[in-house]
């Protein structure tokens, strides 16, 4: 089965810095990815995704980087706020179907 | 809000007893997920339901059962319970079944199995 993996368990950075959370996985057949963010209390909530056509995806605060030679995905969010403080999950899926295979989670904490 | 309700928000039961919890999709979503997630194991699938027919199986134990029904809300049913089986139980929905695209999750349902 797939293999997904996380660097860290926890990041704790200062509010206004940038953070930076990674991914790892193993199979190299997976062309899709995705980072949610999961708050206390709620359920994951899609950030961003990217398709392995692609090695940079920016959206609002966030970039999401994929380096396929070394099978590595990061999350980088910018002037990180205390909103932001959530757990991050990645998720990639192989082609053909949506079933992704979820990594363990980093818990990022912004400190004021 | 995601727009996916599931209920009840928290649940707690006896080991042996059954349980069953609900899903109501997005509306147009065709594809219901199901997803367990506990501190040990992460979020791991569980089964997906598309437009009413089973369309993939994960990590799903035999004591557990689900189905979607035609107006495509689904239920998910977990009998025999066992201390383990506490955990968050999440339902995911999404337009369709084969492409990569975003799940959008519920809140969840908390099982505590005492």
């Known amino acids: 089965g797939e293999s997904v993996g996380l660097h860290l368990p926890t990041l704790s950075v200062q509010e206004g810095d940038n953070s930076i959370i990674n991914c790892a996985y193993s199979n190299s057949a997976s062309d899709y990815f995705i980072w949610y963010k999961q708050e206390s209390g709620k359920g994951p909530q899609f950030i961003i995704d990217?398709?392995?056509?692609?090695d940079k995806r920016q959206g609002q605060r966030v970039t999401v980087l994929l380096n396929k030679t070394v099978k590595h995905l990061s999350l980088q969010i910018a002037a990180t706020q205390p909103g932001d403080s959530a757990v991050y999950f990645c998720a990639l899926s192989p082609g053909g179907s949506y079933i992704p295979t979820f990594g363990r989670g980093t818990s990022l904490i912004v400190h004021p | 809000d995601s727009g996916v309700t599931q209920t009840p928000k928290h649940l707690i039961t006896a080991t042996g007893q059954r349980v069953t919890l609900r899903c109501s999709p997005r509306s147009g979503d065709l594809s219901v997920y199901w997803y367990q997630q506990s501190l040990d194991q992460g979020l791991q699938f569980l089964i997906q339901y598309y437009n009413g027919e089973e369309r993939a199986k994960g990590n799903i134990l035999e004591r557990f059962s689900a189905q979607q029904f035609p107006d495509l809300h689904s239920e998910l049913n977990l009998s025999s319970l066992e201390l383990g089986d506490s955990a968050l139980y999440f339902c995911?929905?999404?337009?369709?079944?084969?492409?990569?695209?975003?799940?959008?999750f519920g809140q969840g349902t908390r099982l505590t199995v005492v």
């Open positions: 990217i398709r392995s056509n692609m």
């Open positions: 995911a929905s999404s337009p369709d079944s084969t492409a990569n695209t975003e799940a959008f």
